[in-house]
Structures are given as structure tokens and as C-alpha cells.
């Protein structure tokens, strides 16, 4: 899958530069001891196994003697996790290693325009191909004085993104290029390329171009610094590691349904730039100790940023994001929420009501309040930011623009939770005529578009056109995905769902000769479906992941609803709930909707509850 600027608002680079003395041991006598010792020895195969990481590129510069890991991460969290890791702070302990520090950089949204264009020779690649590749990193220092077209940090960081200046993209035909990530340091002003080519030739083609040579003749950058390092061998085993999207915060698990009547509807929106998390950037050099816990080592960068630069001093306020994402990823939500209301009331106070930096907090804010009430997006705080996001994007960025689509679902996800299905449908019918002029109807935000109608359609009793939609979005997730993608088992979901309401309602205006026929055949079919879609979800989520159990939960709920089966969906409500409790607590809406799923069940099974 293609990253979006959502994954590279949400990804980290950490760059981790190690001195080497050389003869400091016998086994590690030089270069060519440690390009053994990573390539046929295997040194880098422990890598392949840390949470989260995209990958992690071992260079090497002889101009200076440096050994490099140049990692991406798919979120701070899971950096963070690493860095308190072994297997991070085990690195200043070589004796063949006499310094080392590190750095984490914010990768900068229109990244995605120029990473991974040029394939690798072999899929996956292999360490002849590797060996031959090149890294250059460059350094633009930035005077923010310089010039009026960047008079802050945020100028440029419109540049960089698709939907503004989009400058990475002059970077995405380069022959040879394999990737070029722009990462920013905010406490150094500093802006950086780091560029993969596959080939030394193809490095030494761009650097006689005017592509580079002009860099430097920027009004805005008054110092330019790179380096040339090689790719070593081993590199192969880090990279490509796990597809992007795979570790973005999962929407909140819906309430399970009710037995006999309704099952769960899963609506699984793209929210492309919704989430934006602008993380701040912290130097660490290693001694040897072991690190504090990532939430509380950032809180306190935090604290020093503010009695050095100020509370709304820009890099405070990304350091503060920082904080306040970690704390989200970690579940802590209360403990982040005072760090996001700090974000907005700076950016307010700074920026005005109707900067986009402004509505991006006032977005980032109302997901984390929604999340605390078990994702339900309906409350008012939430819902009232919610709407003044989406009117002040329509008004500065138009009513097609990914950001306003993203408001919009998010309006339209609260008028459903109030059951106010009229303002929902018309939002989300506007959405999805946008995205298919835009994009086109068989487009992965379309599908995304066609289930979110679907599910307002269902609970407006517009059962007929919701099936349609359904029956759409998982053929062309099928078509597009694959059989066993997230999404298309979301879809499988959906409309297996779907089916068994329609399964325990009178049959359709046409009868066939034999009603209960159709009845037990929408029940069969749905039934298929959702066993299905539990495999999947077994095979790539796990046994506990929510979204499984919310389809044990609507296998249970379509057992239940024929009388003669009720038995069998008791086990399944039981593991269920128990694994809901042990994850979730007691007193989670997610587990109390299965308490009473199952409370329901045993009430039937006790009075021998008939479905008329």
C-alpha cells in the first residue's frame, strides 16, 4: 500500500550516529569487519522483530569514521518503546564504539510524493542490490527572516504537503531514486533530506543536476551540509518491514449489537489528515544509563522547552504534541487531554480561530474527546469542534479537499450516533460525490465514503440502498485489497451484518413460492460470511484484537436470533466478554454492551424467548 500524508504526519525518523575506534577489539578491526559482522553474520536480523518500524538502513561514511542507523518508525509511540529497549541502549556498550548519539526528526507531510517510486531489482531485495545503494543526507538551515514566502515554520510546511506547495514531488521522477524522506528539527530550524538512490551513478547524476545546485539558492536557507554514506550489507533483512497504515491509531471499537435484532455496523471511514500529530524533535546522546519512560522523559523536554523558549513558543507547543500523542497511543487519554487543550489555546491565541493549524487542534482535540467516551463522537464539546473545523476548512480549503472530507465524516459519524440520519446522509452523499469526481468511484476513500453511507442508510431503515452500497464497497475492496485485507473483511462485516437483519424481517415485496426459504437463505449466506471474516480477523489480528470480537459478538447475535441455535452463541458471548474484561475493564461501554448481549441470550434461553 502507498503511504499517505496521514502516515508521515504520524511517522518518526531517528537518526542514530555511532563514532567507531577501529582495533578497539580483534573482531572489529575496520570496515570490513563490520560489513561482515551485519551482512554474513547476521547482526542486523534483530531489528526485523521491533514493533512498528518501517525500516532501518545501516550506513556507513568512511569521510568520517561514522557507523549510521537511519530508522523509520510508523509513530512516536512505538519509537519511544524502542529507544527504552535492550536492544536501543545496548549500543553505547561496544567496546568498539566510542560515541554515540541520536536524534528523533518529525517527517514532514508530501514525503509520500517521493518515497519507494523506484523498485528494488528483486522483491523482497536482496543484499547484492542493497550493497550497491547510497545514501545522502542533506541539512538546510532555515532563516526564517529571509524571506516573505517562509516567514515560519509553517509556511514551509504548507510547501512540503500535496495540497499546498507540494515541492517533494519534483523529487518523485528522479532516475534512481529510491526515496527521499524531508524530517525537520524544530529546536534547530534546520530542514534535511534523507535520499536512498540504488546505484552511486544515479547519486552522482542528481548532484550535477540543477535540482540539487539549487537548494542552496533558496532565500530561505542560509547554510547547506550533506554527507555520502554506503548501504551496508543486512540492510535487506530491515526494510519494508510492515505496510504503511498498519500501526495508525484504530478507530474505537463499536458497541456490540443486540441479540435478535441489529449487529454491530462497522463504519470505517479514511480520515486523510484528521489525526495530524506534529511531534517534536529531542536529541539524546547515550552514557549508558537506561532512559526514562518515554511519556515521562517528554513531559519533561517539555518543561524545559517552556522555561527556555516560552509555553507558545513553537517548538514547546510540538513538544508538547509530542507528549499529548504518546499519552493517546498509550490509552493514558485523560492524562493527555490537558496537553491538546494547551495546543488549541496556543494556536487560538497565535493564529486566530480560522488558521488551519487551529483547526487541525480543534480536530485533534475532539477525536481524543470522542475517544474517551468510547469513540462516540456524538458529545457536545466534540461535536462543537468538530463543526467549526469543518466550516472554517470548507471556507479556506473547499468542499473536495481531504481535510474537509475528513470533517465531514466526523460531523456525519456524530448526527448518526444521535440518530439524526437525515444531516448524516446528506454530508456523507456530498463526500461521496466529491471523492468519485475527484478520484474516481473505484477509488480506496470512495469505498471508505459508500460503507459510512451505508451504515446512515441502515439506521434510517433504507435497508435496500444500504445493501446496495455495501454489496459495492466490498467488490471493489475485493477487486482493489484483496479477499483477506482489513478492509475488505470490514466489509465482509458490514454486509454479513446486514444480511442478518434483513434474515429476521418479512421478506421482500416480491415473495418467492417459499418465504421461509429466502429467510433461511439470507441467514446461511450471512452466517458464511461471518465465519469468514472471523478467520481473518483470527489469522491477522489476533484472538482479542476488538475487531475480532465484535465479530464473534455478531456471530453470537445471529445464533441467537433462531431459536433453535440460541445454545450456541452462549460460549462464544462468554470468551468474549472475558477477553473484554481482562483488555478493557468492567466498566468499558464495550464490555457492558456484551454483559448485556449475553445477559439477553441467557434471559431467552431461561423463558424459551420465541422470534416472531
Not at 542490490?129 to 547510497?134: L, T
Not at 449475553?598 to 434471559?603: D, I, K, N, S, V
Amino acid at each position: 500500500m502507498k503511504p499517505t500524508a496521514r502516515d508521515m504526519a504520524a511517522a518518526k525518523l531517528l537518526y542514530v550516529q555511532l563514532r567507531m575506534d577501529w582495533g578497539a577489539t580483534a573482531a572489529m578491526r575496520g570496515p570490513e569487519d563490520l560489513r561482515s559482522a551485519l551482512g554474513d553474520g547476521g547482526g542486523t536480523a534483530a531489528w526485523a522483530e521491533v514493533e512498528g518500524l518501517r525500516h532501518k538502513y545501516f550506513v556507513y561514511s568512511p569521510d568520517t569514521g561514522t557507523y549510521s542507523g537511519v530508522y523509520v518508525f510508523f509513530s512516536m509511540a512505538k519509537l519511544a518503546a524502542y529507544m527504552d529497549s535492550e536492544l536501543f541502549t545496548a549500543q553505547a556498550s561496544h567496546e568498539h564504539v566510542s560515541e554515540v548519539s541520536a536524534v528523533v526528526l518529525d517527517v514532514m507531510e508530501g514525503s509520500e510524493l517521493c518515497i519507494e517510486n523506484t523498485a528494488w531489482g528483486s522483491s523482497p531485495a536482496v543484499c547484492e542490490e542493497v550493497s550497491s545503494a547510497v545514501m545522502l543526507v542533506v541539512h538546510l538551515k532555515i532563516d526564517y527572516d529571509a524571506s516573505p514566502d517562509f516567514p515560519d515554520e509553517a509556511a514551509l510546511r504548507r510547501a512540503m504537503k500535496a495540497d499546498g506547495g507540494g515541492y517533494p514531488g519534483a523529487f518523485a521522477g528522479l532516475p534512481g531514486l529510491r526515496g527521499k524522506y524531508f524530517v525537520y528539527d524544530g529546536a534547530l530550524e534546520t530542514c534535511s533530506g534523507f535520499y536512498t538512490f540504488v546505484s552511486r551513478a544515479a547519486l552522482d547524476a542528481y548532484m550535477r543536476s540543477e535540482l540539487f545546485a539549487q537548494q542552496a539558492d533558496f532565500p530561505h536557507v542560509k547554510e547547506v551540509t550533506y554527507s555520502v554514506h554506503e548501504v551496508l550489507p543486512g540492510t535487506e533483512r530491515t526494510m519494508d518491514l510492515r505496510g504503511w497504515g498498519s500501526e495508525l491509531p484504530a478507530p474505537a471499537a463499536p458497541a456490540a449489537p443486540a441479540v435478535g435484532a441489529e449487529a454491530a455496523v462497522e463504519v470505517a471511514v479514511e480520515v486523510a489528515g484528521a489525526e495530524k500529530g506534529i511531534a517534536g524533535d529531542e536529541s539524546e546522546t547515550l552514557a549508558g544509563q537506561a532512559p526514562a519512560a518515554p511519556a515521562e522523559m517528554l513531559r519533561e523536554a517539555a518543561g524545559m522547552h517552556a522555561d527556555a523558549l516560552g509555553p507558545g513558543h513553537p517548538a514547546t507547543l510540538e513538544v508538547a504534541q509530542q507528549v499529548g500523542q504518546v499519552l493517546r497511543e498509550q490509552t493514558r487519554l485523560g492524562e493527555a487531554e490537558p496537553w491538546y487543550r494547551q495546543i488549541l489555546a496556543a494556536k487560538r491565541a497565535q493564529l486566530g480561530d480560522v488558521h488551519l493549524e487551529t483547526l487541525d487542534a480543534m480536530v485533534d482535540l475532539a477525536i481524543l474527546l470522542a475517544e474517551q467516551q468510547g469513540g462516540d463522537g456524538a458529545g457536545s464539546e466534540a461535536d462543537t469542534l468538530h463543526r467549526e473545523a469543518l466550516r472554517g476548512r470548507r471556507e479556506a480549503l473547499g468542499a473536495d479537499n481531504p481535510a474537509t472530507l475528513a470533517s465531514i465524516a466526523h460531523v456525519a459519524e456524530a448526527c448518526r450516533l444521535r440518530e439524526e440520519f437525515g444531516e448524516a446522509e446528506a454530508l456523507l452523499r456530498e463526500a461521496l460525490s466529491a471523492i468519485c469526481d475527484g478520484k474516481g468511484s473505484e477509488h480506496p476513500e470512495a469505498m471508505a465514503a459508500m460503507t459510512a453511507l451505508a451504515g446512515v442508510l441502515r439506521g434510517a431503515r433504507k435497508l435496500v440502498e444500504a445493501e446496495q452500497l455495501y454489496k459495492r464497497a466490498l467488490e471493489g475492496r475485493r477487486k482493489g485489497l484483496g479477499e483477506f485485507h482489513p478492509d475488505t473483511l470490514a466489509s465482509v462485516n458490514n454486509l454479513s451484518s446486514l444480511q442478518c437483519l434483513l434474515g429476521a424481517r418479512s421478506p421482500p415485496r416480491k415473495s418467492p413460492p417459499n418465504p421461509s426459504m429466502q429467510l433461511q437463505g439470507n441467514l446461511v449466506e450471512a452466517e458464511m460470511m461471518l465465519y469468514l471474516l472471523l478467520d481473518g480477523r483470527q489469522a491477522s489480528l489476533g484472538e482479542t484484537h476488538p475487531d475480532t470480537l465484535n465479530t464473534t459478538e455478531s456471530i453470537a447475535a445471529l445464533l441467537g436470533g433462531q431459536p433453535g441455535r440460541r445454545a450456541e452463541a452462549e460460549p462464544l458471548l462468554r470468551a468474549s466478554l472475558q477477553h473484554r474484561r481482562a483488555t478493557l475493564g468492567d466498566s468499558h461501554s464495550a464490555t457492558l454492551s456484551t454483559a448485556r448481549q449475553l445477559g439477553q441470550l441467557l434471559t431467552n434461553l431461561a423463558v424459551g424467548f420465541q422470534l416472531n
